[in-house]
């Protein structure tokens, strides 16, 4: 069975850069697996953020970006606000299966 | 504006089948562009990927759920359903549906629907 994983937490400050990982059981991520980054509020469906690998929408705040880093998928918040405090999923591609990580609980602090 | 919500019963009884409904509205759900899925969210946990359907009605399911999923398209309503047969209480979770593009973004999301299983 093929994991995802991602840290299950972080702390960050106001103002601050933050990178979360995502990797994946059976190998390093590459941009085949089309990584996609969600944010989660609580009570809230999840948003997405970044879609394969590093493209945004057109609701996503400049200071979220996704790329490929070390074998893993990655989403960095530069100049971190207190509203990005939030649950981030990341969600991976294996060939018309797609598997969700655990999530990051980014606390801003 | 896209917009997807989920309708269903409120509660399903243990060995039963769940069955839910996404209706789309500000698009049509007939059309090469998009996927149809479903992603379910257990009480205070992560997410699940349950599968998705094309428009032709091509189907993908997520391994440790095929036995008990179907995925049916309503081209004519703009819907697009979900039968999860013999539940218990671990297939209770918030069930929400999703507009999938370019085969890889999962841009636009439902509100959920919370589907408890008990008798």
């Known amino acids: 069975q093929t994991v995802v994983t991602q840290e299950p937490s972080l702390t960050v400050s106001p103002g601050g850069t933050v990178t979360l990982t995502c990797a994946s059981s059976t190998g390093a991520v590459t941009s085949g697996y089309h990584p996609n980054w969600f944010q989660q509020k609580s009570g809230q469906p999840p948003r997405s953020l970044i879609y394969?690998?590093?493209n945004k929408h057109s609701w996503t705040p400049a200071r979220f970006s996704g790329s490929l880093l070390g074998g893993k998928a990655a989403l960095t918040l530069s100049g971190v606000q207190p509203e990005d405090e939030a649950e981030y999923y990341c969600l991976l591609y294996y060939g018309g299966v797609q598997v969700f990580g655990g999530g990051t609980k980014l606390t801003v602090l | 504006q896209v917009q997807l919500q989920e309708s269903g019963p409120g509660l399903v009884k243990p060995s039963q089948t769940l069955s839910l409904t996404c209706t789309v509205s500000g698009d049509s759900i007939y059309g090469a562009n998009y996927y149809w899925s479903w992603i379910r969210q257990t009480p205070g946990k992560g997410l699940e990927w349950i599968g998705y359907i094309y428009y032709s009605g091509l189907t993908y399911y997520n391994p440790s759920l095929t036995s008990r999923v179907t995925l049916s398209i309503d081209t004519s309503k703009n819907q697009f359903s979900l039968k999860l047969s013999s539940v218990t209480a671990s297939d209770t979770a918030i069930y929400y549906c999703?507009?999938?593009?370019?085969?890889?973004?999962?841009?636009?999301w439902g509100q959920g629907t919370l589907v408890p299983v008990s008798s």
């Open positions: 999703a507009r999938v593009s370019r085969g890889y973004d999962f841009d636009y």
């Open positions: 394969s690998t590093d």
